[in-house]
């Protein structure tokens, strides 16, 4: 079998975010299955073209550098560019074509056995992602953006969902038959993420320079709305002179907004975005992963991997009740629930966890345990895997089927 993993984001490039590490675990996994992979991502757009775009669209860049926002016209020029940079590929050789994102999807030649993988929402999370200069133009990206999404998934043969609200979504709002929807959790790679001993755990924070003697809360996120990392600063602030350390790991448009919260705190150390080959040490180093996820624009957490990642390590994971984070995490079992938005609700739980050592280690184990039997990287492949076989003993030359025309 020969496939084609095709994505508008270059994870040989860019090694940081769930959806760059899912696609580097997927060729890893199918490749030591057996399977022939090829990937297709597009090279960074040159300074040149983005010269070129801003110059075409003066009054929008004149904007953007002075407000920091950005009308429509100028964002979906740059989408556009982005779809352009697909270099031409002849796919006639491949049994499947994987694409991991609709943009993916509408710009490669059509193939009859073309499956998509579902990350995200992606007009929704435009918004999330993106300061627009007012409602109207946030509404043009919006539209245009839908419009991808929907075109990527009539092509398909099969769409893959990370979570189950993800898949009602393409279900209730996009119109799309669920018959032809597979929910499939992230992966995580369990060979590099796994548990340490307190003594290795001690080593590492005196490596990365971080204290040995306070309960070290780590926050690997991307700093956007939906990842309500405002909200773990909140709590960092409340937890002053409780002896708790906050490691923030990533960066953002939210940057400066949890920047002006930490002000003047000692308990609290912001790094720039770790790739993902090193950034479990920053895991084992610590005592808690909190993953303070929101609904922002409609838009929520999959299956976060930043959750998995500190699950796979033997950490208690405190995470929002919400989205795949709750389908994945059994509160008081193998994680912890928090209500979302809430500062108090993650304080409690930090502090509980900090009192009860020895449940915490039994939770520790348990998350392992979970993530061994239901998230490892070659597991996960062999369920893609079997899912490709099927589409191949299906082949029709249709695609999905419109839940509102049939």
């Keep these: 079998m020969r496939t084609l993993i095709a994505s508008i984001d270059n994870s040989k490039k860019i090694q940081y975010g769930g959806k760059h590490v899912h696609q580097e675990l997927l060729e890893k996994g199918l490749k030591e299955l057996g399977v022939e992979v090829d990937y297709l991502y597009p090279n960074p757009i040159t300074l040149s073209k983005k010269t070129r775009i801003a110059l075409s669209h003066p009054f929008s860049t004149l904007r953007h550098l002075i407000s920091h926002t950005t009308d429509a016209t100028l964002f979906i020029s740059m989408v556009e560019a982005n779809i352009r940079e697909f270099r031409y590929f002849e796919l006639d050789d491949y049994d499947i074509v994987h694409a991991h994102d609709s943009l993916a999807a509408i710009s490669l030649p059509e193939h009859k056995n073309l499956i998509i993988t579902l990350h995200g929402y992606l007009a929704k999370e435009m918004l999330d992602y993106n300061r627009f200069a007012s409602p109207v133009e946030s509404r043009r990206v919006y539209d245009h953006m839908l419009s991808i999404e929907l075109q990527a998934l009539s092509r398909a043969s099969l769409v893959i969902t990370v979570d189950n609200r993800l898949k009602n979504y393409v279900v209730n709002e996009l119109g799309f038959s669920e018959k032809d929807i597979v929910v499939m959790q992230n992966a995580v790679d369990t060979t590099r993420f796994c548990p340490v001993s307190n003594e290795v755990k001690l080593k590492l924070r005196e490596e990365l320079d971080l204290p040995t003697d306070k309960t070290l809360v780590l926050v690997p996120r991307r700093l956007v709305p939906k ?122 739980k930090l502090l509980y966890i900090r009192e009860s050592p020895e449940l915490i280690a039994t939770i520790g184990k348990a998350a392992r345990a979970y993530v061994e039997e239901n998230h490892s990287y070659l597991q996960h492949a062999a369920k893609i895997l079997s899912l490709y076989r099927k589409v191949l003993s299906e082949t029709t030359d249709c695609g999905l089927h419109t839940s509102s025309n049939e």
């Design 227 to 348: 990842n309500g990392v405002v909200y773990a600063a909140e709590a960092a602030k409340s937890l002053y002179k409780s002896s708790f350390f906050f490691v923030f790991v990533g960066d953002g448009p939210e940057k400066q907004r949890i920047l002006n919260v930490v002000e003047g705190l000692d308990n609290v150390l912001l790094l720039p975005p770790v790739p993902n080959s090193k950034v479990q040490v920053y895991y084992q180093a610590a005592d808690v992963v909190l993953v303070p996820s929101v609904t922002s624009n409609d838009v929520q957490e999959a299956t976060s991997l930043s959750m998995l990642e500190g699950m796979a390590c033997g950490k208690p994971v405190v995470c929002s009740n919400i989205g795949g984070m709750a389908e994945v995490v059994r509160d008081g079992v193998n994680g912890f629930l928090v209500e979302e938005s809430s500062v108090e609700s993650i304080c409690e």
